[in-house]
């Protein structure tokens, strides 16, 4: 959809085909199939209840032992074993994911596997099954150049270009890829050796690789620029470092550039996450974002942009976001009195 009072899109890249991702075993979408066998519940795209089963060898892991569930990694080791619920279990958040309006769907495999050969096979079924599955464009998300190029070569023949996440002064040689492959392509404000600590960290970082980016032909709207989002629990001025490093690129390299980012990162550590993702996704595009790396499921567009922003909740964590309430003192309180919630 367009940003209120622009003609200009927000473009969601949908992060949820991560095997990364958790559900807590205690939550209402884990629980005994109709045999007792702990599993996954899911409606298909028929709305009929499935059971997606948790295999024994994922109750030996540590995490589930601390109470989560990598729902996708379960999904997607099972889909390549021809395994039906596995199919229909991706197939639904594929769809979910669609009827929430995503721009892309951003595909990382990097948690299926230890080892790099089963990664990079993992991403290139990954790629092609939902290249099958979807006609919306694809993003290659991972940590591994290698498990990048693979994706980059699964996708080769699919029909919308392919968004690489992510390129940075780490790893510089990934601009050189998506100019190779045809691909867009997300810069991240990361250094050589480590995260910036200043705005200005963030500019000149994200800088460097737009500059290489442009010098190999690469237009500005092929780029999607992640100034990088940190927790506001860790520091209190970690939200004005966000939107004033968004501030200065928008004012440097003009309207035709993106610039996007994990915004879910801001509210780790602390609870109403939706409410603090929410209110800091406003704040960044007014200070020029204009894409997001998110849930789009749990983050319907529409419903934020119509936001009560003089409500007690939205103040509150608009406070804090913008440094004003030390340790989150003020919205922590408000929490345990009841006062965030709807």
Not at 233 to 256: L, M, T
Not at 277 to 284: G, K
Request: net charge negative.
């Amino acid at each position: 959809m367009n940003i209120p009072g622009t003609e200009r899109a927000f473009v969601v890249i949908g992060e949820n085909i991560h095997t990364t991702r958790v559900l807590l075993r205690k939550g209402k979408l884990v629980g005994d199939d109709p045999n007792g066998v702990e599993s996954i519940r899911f409606r298909d795209g028929d709305n009929n209840r499935r059971f997606l089963n948790i295999p024994e060898d994922v109750k030996k892991t540590q995490d589930y032992e601390e109470g989560r569930v990598k729902h996708l990694k379960i999904a997607i080791q099972q889909a390549m074993q021809d395994s039906e619920d596995g199919l229909d279990y991706l197939k639904r958040q594929i769809q979910r994911q669609e009827d929430a309006e995503s721009d892309f769907l951003d595909l990382n495999v990097d948690e299926i596997s230890l080892k790099e050969e089963e990664q990079k096979e993992a991403m290139r079924w990954l790629v092609k099954k939902v290249g099958a599955l979807s006609a919306t464009p694809l993003s290659i998300d991972s940590s591994k150049f290698e498990i990048l190029e693979a994706g980059l070569e699964a996708g080769a023949d699919h029909p919308k270009r392919l968004l690489l996440n992510s390129a940075s002064l780490e790893r510089p040689e990934v601009v050189e890829m998506a100019k190779a492959h045809n691909a867009q392509v997300v810069v991240t404000s990361a250094g050589e050796s480590g995260m910036p600590a200043s705005p200005e960290e963030r500019v000149d970082h994200a800088s460097q690789m737009i500059d290489r980016a442009i010098a190999l032909g690469l237009p500005l709207s092929d780029l999607y620029v992640d100034p990088l989002y940190f927790p506001i629990s860790v520091d209190k001025d970690f939200g004005n470092h966000a939107f004033e490093a968004i501030r200065q690129i928008r004012e440097k390299y003009g309207p035709e550039i993106y610039i996007s980012g994990g915004f879910s990162n801001v509210s780790f550590g602390l609870p109403c996450r939706h409410l603090i993702n929410d209110v800091f996704l406003l704040l960044a595009v007014e200070a020029g974002a204009d894409s997001a790396i998110i849930d789009p499921t749990t983050a319907s567009l529409a419903e934020i942009f119509r936001m009560d922003r003089d409500s007690r909740r939205y103040q509150l964590t608009e406070d804090m976001l913008l440094g004003k309430d030390e340790y989150c003192a003020a919205f922590l309180r408000a929490y345990r009195k009841g006062e965030l919630n709807n």
